[in-house]
């Protein structure tokens, strides 16, 4: 399980491979600590899983309210449980904790080697499914944000992915990200950088976004966590490095 209890210094650059999927992520906290949580896991019957939050606020108390989310869905995963009981699960534990105003953007999706994802969208930014032709579907379905009201009901939504799809999550630290004239790097421009992409791999598209978002904000202070994932379904092995 990863959180962003990590040093500031250096990004947290996580890379998962299964079979029928690849996965990297990269967080870059704007503290010593931050508030950006990602997490994959392997179900018993080979569906892979994985998750990105974002707690609000900075700095340690942040980050403990993601560690406390980790430990909650991880006891979750253990059982083969609908997404939305486990979602209502989590809201309610954090919801009834006395957290104060703290609430928790959250996306938690199971994929199967099928293509088969089954997903919930509680108040985050929506990720994207992007299509090697440069189409993109937003992923809405879910609900209100954690934490703040204990019953809660959430919905899920399964959509079919093709081979050489790709999956793209992200904090708001990525589109709020603000160069040195106060202007942020917005969806339009993440959207456009996507479609540039489409054809890339998951570890490309990564590294375009990440080197993207830093060269835009460059010589201006980091005010938010930054976190990146970035799912292939089934896709082709090409030769040369990232660039």
């Known amino acids: 399980p990863r959180s962003t209890l990590s040093s500031s210094s250096a990004a947290s650059d996580v890379y998962k491979r299964q079979e029928y999927v690849r996965a990297h992520s990269e967080n870059l906290p704007c503290h010593e600590v931050g508030g950006d949580y990602f997490d994959y896991f392997e179900l018993s019957d080979g569906r892979f899983g994985f998750v990105l939050g974002d707690v609000a606020g900075k700095g340690m108390p942040a980050a403990l309210l993601a560690s406390l989310i980790q430990g909650i869905l991880s006891a979750q995963a253990l059982f083969d449980i609908p997404l939305p009981t486990m979602i209502a699960n989590i809201n309610y534990n954090l919801s009834t904790r006395g957290t104060g105003s703290r609430f928790v953007t959250f996306f938690l999706g199971i994929l199967d080697r099928d293509g088969r994802c089954s997903y919930i969208n509680a108040g985050h930014n929506p990720p ?47 589109i709020e990200a603000l160069n040195t004239a106060g202007e942020e790097f917005s969806k339009e421009r993440l959207e456009d950088l996507l479609r540039a992409n489409a054809r890339a791999t998951a570890p490309e598209i990564l590294a375009r976004l990440r080197d993207a978002v830093l060269e835009f904000s460059a010589n201006a202070p980091q005010h938010d966590d930054i976190t990146m994932m970035i799912l292939g379904y089934k896709e082709k092995e090409k030769e040369g490095k990232v660039s």
Do not use: A, C, N, R
């Open 128 to 174: 994207y499914v992007l299509s090697p032709d440069g189409s993109m579907k937003e992923l809405t379905t879910g609900g209100m944000v954690l934490g703040l009201f204990p019953t809660v009901q959430y919905e899920s939504e399964t959509i079919q992915m093709q081979p050489e799809d790709h999956l793209v999550l992200f904090t708001d630290g990525v």
